[in-house]
Protein backbone atom coordinates (compact mmCIF):
# COMPACT_ATOMS: atom_id res chain seq x y z
CA UNK A 1 0.00 0.00 0.00
CA UNK A 2 2.78 2.15 1.08
CA UNK A 3 4.51 1.45 -2.41
CA UNK A 4 0.81 2.69 -4.31
CA UNK A 5 1.33 5.83 -2.73
CA UNK A 6 4.77 7.05 -3.89
CA UNK A 7 3.34 5.66 -7.53
CA UNK A 8 0.53 7.75 -7.05
CA UNK A 9 3.05 11.07 -6.03
CA UNK A 10 5.20 10.19 -8.42
CA UNK A 11 2.96 10.13 -11.32
CA UNK A 12 1.21 13.64 -10.24
CA UNK A 13 4.58 14.81 -10.17
CA UNK A 14 5.43 13.76 -13.39
CA UNK A 15 1.75 14.93 -14.55
CA UNK A 16 2.28 18.60 -12.96
CA UNK A 17 6.10 18.75 -14.53
CA UNK A 18 4.73 17.81 -17.86
CA UNK A 19 2.25 20.47 -17.98
CA UNK A 20 4.39 23.09 -17.15
CA UNK A 21 6.58 21.75 -19.31
CA UNK A 22 3.94 22.23 -22.26
CA UNK A 23 2.28 25.41 -21.51
CA UNK A 24 2.69 28.56 -23.54
CA UNK A 25 5.04 30.04 -20.06
CA UNK A 26 3.76 31.63 -17.00
CA UNK A 27 6.19 33.72 -16.90
CA UNK A 28 8.11 36.12 -19.33
CA UNK A 29 11.67 34.07 -18.01
CA UNK A 30 9.24 30.83 -19.42
CA UNK A 31 9.23 31.79 -22.82
CA UNK A 32 12.59 32.87 -23.02
CA UNK A 33 13.73 29.48 -22.09
CA UNK A 34 11.48 27.55 -24.25
CA UNK A 35 12.68 29.46 -27.19
CA UNK A 36 16.14 28.11 -26.53
CA UNK A 37 14.51 24.58 -26.19
CA UNK A 38 12.98 24.75 -29.32
CA UNK A 39 15.78 26.20 -31.01
CA UNK A 40 17.67 23.30 -29.36
CA UNK A 41 15.57 21.22 -31.53
CA UNK A 42 15.88 22.70 -34.38
CA UNK A 43 12.06 23.99 -34.46
CA UNK A 44 11.98 27.37 -35.90
CA UNK A 45 8.43 27.45 -36.70
CA UNK A 46 7.54 26.93 -33.41
CA UNK A 47 10.03 29.39 -31.72
CA UNK A 48 8.55 32.35 -34.16
CA UNK A 49 5.17 31.61 -32.74
CA UNK A 50 6.60 32.62 -29.44
CA UNK A 51 6.97 36.55 -31.27
CA UNK A 52 4.60 39.24 -31.46
CA UNK A 53 5.12 43.05 -33.03
CA UNK A 54 5.62 45.51 -30.76
CA UNK A 55 2.05 46.35 -30.75
CA UNK A 56 0.89 43.06 -29.53
CA UNK A 57 -0.24 41.85 -33.02
CA UNK A 58 0.30 38.57 -34.42
CA UNK A 59 3.45 38.45 -36.97
CA UNK A 60 2.37 38.62 -40.95
CA UNK A 61 3.51 35.34 -42.49
CA UNK A 62 6.44 36.62 -43.98
CA UNK A 63 8.00 38.24 -40.62
CA UNK A 64 7.51 34.82 -39.21
CA UNK A 65 9.56 33.23 -41.87
CA UNK A 66 12.08 35.85 -41.06
CA UNK A 67 12.47 34.84 -37.62
CA UNK A 68 12.76 31.40 -38.86
CA UNK A 69 15.29 32.09 -41.04
CA UNK A 70 17.36 34.02 -38.33
CA UNK A 71 16.67 31.85 -35.93
CA UNK A 72 18.32 28.62 -38.33
CA UNK A 73 21.69 31.08 -38.91
CA UNK A 74 21.83 31.87 -35.03
CA UNK A 75 21.62 28.03 -34.16
CA UNK A 76 24.35 27.64 -36.80
CA UNK A 77 26.45 29.65 -34.38
CA UNK A 78 25.36 28.44 -31.20
CA UNK A 79 26.52 24.92 -33.25
CA UNK A 80 29.82 26.40 -33.72
CA UNK A 81 30.27 27.43 -29.92
CA UNK A 82 29.25 23.42 -29.46
CA UNK A 83 25.69 24.24 -28.58
CA UNK A 84 23.66 25.98 -25.71
CA UNK A 85 24.50 24.19 -22.58
CA UNK A 86 22.18 26.47 -20.17
CA UNK A 87 20.25 29.60 -20.12
CA UNK A 88 20.07 31.09 -16.61
CA UNK A 89 17.84 33.71 -16.03
CA UNK A 90 19.46 37.20 -14.43
CA UNK A 91 16.40 39.13 -14.18
CA UNK A 92 12.96 39.28 -14.85
CA UNK A 93 11.15 42.63 -14.65
CA UNK A 94 7.69 43.09 -15.24
CA UNK A 95 5.96 46.89 -16.08
CA UNK A 96 3.35 47.79 -13.12
CA UNK A 97 0.82 47.55 -15.52
CA UNK A 98 1.66 43.47 -16.05
CA UNK A 99 1.57 43.91 -19.47
CA UNK A 100 5.60 44.49 -20.52
CA UNK A 101 8.42 42.49 -19.27
CA UNK A 102 12.25 42.73 -20.03
CA UNK A 103 14.14 39.53 -19.20
CA UNK A 104 17.86 39.60 -18.65
CA UNK A 105 19.27 36.49 -19.39
CA UNK A 106 22.78 34.92 -19.84
CA UNK A 107 23.83 32.02 -22.46
CA UNK A 108 26.25 29.38 -21.75
CA UNK A 109 27.80 27.40 -24.69
CA UNK A 110 29.28 23.65 -24.58
CA UNK A 111 32.76 25.71 -25.32
CA UNK A 112 32.77 27.54 -21.87
CA UNK A 113 31.63 30.95 -23.38
CA UNK A 114 28.95 32.89 -21.94
CA UNK A 115 26.70 35.89 -23.47
CA UNK A 116 24.85 38.36 -21.80
CA UNK A 117 21.18 39.32 -23.55
CA UNK A 118 18.12 40.64 -22.74
CA UNK A 119 14.47 40.47 -24.12
CA UNK A 120 11.44 42.18 -24.53
CA UNK A 121 8.33 40.87 -23.83
CA UNK A 122 4.86 41.49 -23.83
CA UNK A 123 1.78 39.86 -22.58
CA UNK A 124 -1.38 39.50 -25.02
CA UNK A 125 -4.67 37.09 -23.60
CA UNK A 126 -2.76 36.30 -20.87
CA UNK A 127 0.42 34.99 -22.46
CA UNK A 128 3.82 36.10 -22.74
CA UNK A 129 5.38 36.59 -26.15
CA UNK A 130 8.85 37.55 -26.93
CA UNK A 131 8.75 41.26 -28.69
CA UNK A 132 9.98 40.77 -32.68
CA UNK A 133 11.64 44.15 -33.71
CA UNK A 134 14.11 44.94 -36.43
CA UNK A 135 15.66 48.12 -34.99
Not at 2 to 21: D, E, P, Q, R, Y
Not at 58 to 66: M, R, V
Amino acid sequence: MKNFKILTILILAVSALTFVACSGGSTPGDVVQKSFKLMKAKDFKAVSELYVKDNGEKLSEDEAKKIEGLLGMGNTENEKKDGVKKITIDEEKIAEDGLSARVKYTIEYGNGNTNKENAKLKKVDGKWFMVFSMN
